[in-house]
């Protein structure tokens, strides 16, 4: 596939079958498949992640692992139904080292992100969401096109240049790392606190 392809991507569905073909930078590789966004075609709040994690590069579903778990959850407690979301990643394909059998997340580096910027200003122009919730910081790298540390920007809201509003938050596995359950109950609450507001956002 060249990477720029002749014919504009009109439709998910054909964001999909180009996604699948990507070569764009090399981890496709090593993963079992791509896993593209999924939920609402014209949401107004879009979710997006870091990448998959094992379980999402087995299934080719975003956000169905422990984090997910939590991400579900957690939308619940906000009042918003993950199905008028849309729901994706800011890297489409799995990043991991080998330790004996087990494939362990390797966070994707400031190439494989930009590389894969390609397909996700695509996916937000086919969505169009009014509102963007970056889940970590290579989320917001994705969507912003910068780093950024989340301690600065988790209560900011920015603009992208075609006025889709912005905000930035915790991944939803950083909860799973925490290790006492004060700490775990402080930033589940405001996470859903973050989710919120980004829902109030989007009206």
């Known amino acids: 596939?060249?990477?720029?392809?002749?014919?504009?991507?009109?439709?998910?569905?054909?964001?999909?079958?180009?996604?699948?073909?990507?070569?764009?930078?090399?981890?496709?590789?090593?993963?079992?498949?791509?896993?593209?966004?999924?939920?609402?075609?014209?949401?107004?709040?879009?979710?997006?992640?870091?990448?998959?994690?094992?379980?999402?590069?087995?299934?080719?579903?975003?956000?169905?692992?422990?984090?997910?778990?939590?991400?579900?959850?957690?939308?619940?407690?906000?009042?918003?139904?993950r199905g008028d979301a849309f729901v994706t990643n800011a890297v489409k394909h799995f990043k991991y080292e080998l330790r004996g059998k087990r494939r362990l997340h390797k966070r994707p580096d400031a190439g494989e992100i930009e590389a894969c910027r390609w397909w996700l200003d695509i996916e937000r122009g086919l969505i169009r969401p009014g509102v963007i919730v970056a889940l970590g910081a290579t989320a917001a790298r994705g969507v912003l096109g910068r780093p950024v540390t989340i301690a600065k920007t988790r209560d900011l809201t920015e603009t992208l240049a075609d006025g889709t509003r912005v905000r930035v938050t915790i991944h939803p596995s950083l909860l799973l790392r925490l290790r006492t359950a004060a700490e775990k109950h402080s930033e589940y609450a405001r996470f859903v606190g973050d989710l919120r507001a980004a829902a109030a956002l989007a009206g």
């Not at 014919?7 to 180009?18: D, F, G, T």
């Not at 997006?48 to 590069?57: K, V």
């Open 1 to 81: 596939m060249n990477d720029l392809f002749a014919a504009p991507v009109a439709s998910l569905v054909a964001l999909r079958r180009e996604e699948a073909q990507c070569r764009r930078c090399d981890l496709y590789r090593g993963a079992t498949q791509v896993v593209p966004g999924e939920g609402e075609a014209h949401a107004a709040l879009m979710l997006i992640g870091e990448q998959p994690g094992d379980r999402e590069d087995l299934a080719g579903k975003p956000f169905i692992g422990p984090a997910g778990h939590i991400l579900d959850r957690a939308l619940a407690e906000a009042g918003i139904r």
